[in-house]
């Protein structure tokens, strides 16, 4: 047995074999047993596949759509207060405020417009596939998400001055609530003496620290949440790996250096188009790149990453509704996946990366259909077992190929051969 071979640690690989004569069932308990049935290739090159790590293999373009859901990624509010809080706006309007916020937020990601930049591009502007869902802590008498406190030595926000704190993490450590798997937005007032200053100029701000996000610039003269909106869709890209786009660094070719005008002026550099990239500073703020959604994609599919654990686990629940599969198609990057995968006669499906799949979810090659296994892990990833790979062929030998490792886990409890 070679390195072709997979690695196997619990593989539940059903065969069902169809003659004229008789069906029978196997159920293969060794890989010996397995490559019986599989026809093996040679390693392929890696200087011609993209990697797992390559953004490209994340990005929600239309013809990706068979394999890709929407993505929640849980938040709360914890808005901050002085004791003496005569300024400040009350708890309740503050949670209506901040969910017309949040509404605006989601209309400005499903809009995701056109790039402004470069004059006469054609990037594409994809559907982001990301929202926000509200979560209560699950252990904690609150069921709305929302959190009030007061205290006069953290409430305040300062991104400037002798007194800044935008980058001080105390307030996070004091008042965060499961930022293991919520993300903890802290809404922040400016301090009073800063905004009485005659040489302080009112902004709004934010900054993303870990798992949490800081924003503030909620004075009482008539706030609007769609200000507040761009601003806080600007700081989750960066919860989700993003970097400023005007620059050199950000990893992106389709977010060019720009002058980061935030509005257009009559005057050079801001004299002609400006950006309207999230991840720029303008008046906009609401075109996300398709490299700028990959990013975003691959650490929601990345077990490593902390980022991933905030993102609601769609995945773990069954749905019925399967993927099928009746053309040639290769995967790469990492998948979680909730449904069945049913290759149909005539197609091909080939798998990389990390592929989750749900509780009793199942892999079924039909007669015709062929499945390759190319240097891919397929497990559950929420404590739980998959259902395996169904083969209904007379031939399996053409019907599942392996490259490369492979590693199969997490399919429950084997049977005897029938």
């Not at 196997?26 to 390559?54: F, H, K, Q, W």
């Not at 989700?240 to 660094?249: I, N, P, Q, V």
């Not at 188009?273 to 691959?298: F, K």
Request: include cysteine.
């Amino acid at each position: 047995m070679n390195n072709t071979t997979l690695t196997l640690l619990t593989v539940l690989l059903v065969v069902f074999l169809s003659s004229c004569k008789k069906t029978q069932t196997y159920t293969l308990l060794s890989m010996e047993d397995v490559i019986l049935y599989g026809s093996e290739l040679p390693e392929s090159d890696p200087n011609t596949r993209l990697a797992c790590s390559a953004w490209e293999n994340y990005v929600p373009y239309p013809e990706n759509m068979l394999w890709f859901e929407q993505e929640k990624i849980r938040i709360n509010f914890h808005t901050m207060y002085d004791s003496v809080g005569d300024k400040l706006m009350p708890f309740k309007e503050k949670r209506m405020f901040l969910w017309y916020m949040m509404d605006n937020a989601h209309l400005r990601l499903r809009s995701n417009p056109k790039m402004n930049l470069p004059v006469g591009n054609n990037t594409p502007n994809l559907q982001p596939m990301y929202m926000y869902e509200i979560t209560a802590s699950p252990d904690t008498n609150n069921f709305n998400g929302h959190y009030a406190h007061v205290d006069d030595e953290l409430y305040f926000y300062l991104n400037k001055g002798k007194h800044r704190n935008n980058y001080s993490k105390e307030v996070i450590k004091k008042y965060a609530i499961h930022d293991d798997t919520i993300l903890n937005v802290f809404v922040m007032p400016v301090h009073p003496d800063s905004v009485a200053s005659k040489t302080y100029k009112q902004h709004n701000a934010g900054v993303a620290l870990g798992t949490s996000v800081k924003i503030s610039g909620f004075w009482e003269d008539d706030p609007k949440p769609w200000e507040y909106a761009a601003m806080f869709n600007h700081e989750v890209g960066h919860v989700f790996g993003l970097a400023h786009a005007w620059t050199k660094s950000d990893g992106c070719e389709d977010t060019p250096v720009n002058p980061n005008c935030f509005q257009k002026t009559n005057k050079e550099p801001c004299k002609g188009p400006i950006s309207n990239n999230l991840m720029d500073y303008n008046n906009e703020q609401m075109a996300i790149t398709p490299c700028q959604l990959g990013i975003i994609h691959r650490t929601m599919h990345d077990i490593k990453s902390k980022k991933r654990k905030l993102v609601k686990q769609r995945w773990c629940k069954y749905n019925p509704n399967p993927i099928i599969i009746t053309d040639v198609q290769e995967w790469n990057g990492n998948k979680d996946l909730s449904k069945d995968i049913i290759v149909k006669s005539g197609a091909s499906l080939s798998l990389s990366c990390r592929i989750s799949m749900a509780k009793g979810a199942k892999i079924i090659v039909e007669e015709g259909g062929k499945l390759v296994l190319d240097n891919v892990r397929l497990h559950n990833d929420c404590g739980d077992t998959w259902g395996g790979i169904k083969i209904h062929s007379r031939n399996p030998n053409q019907s599942i190929i392996f490259r490369g490792t492979n590693v199969i886990e997490n399919t429950g409890t084997q049977l005897s051969k029938v």
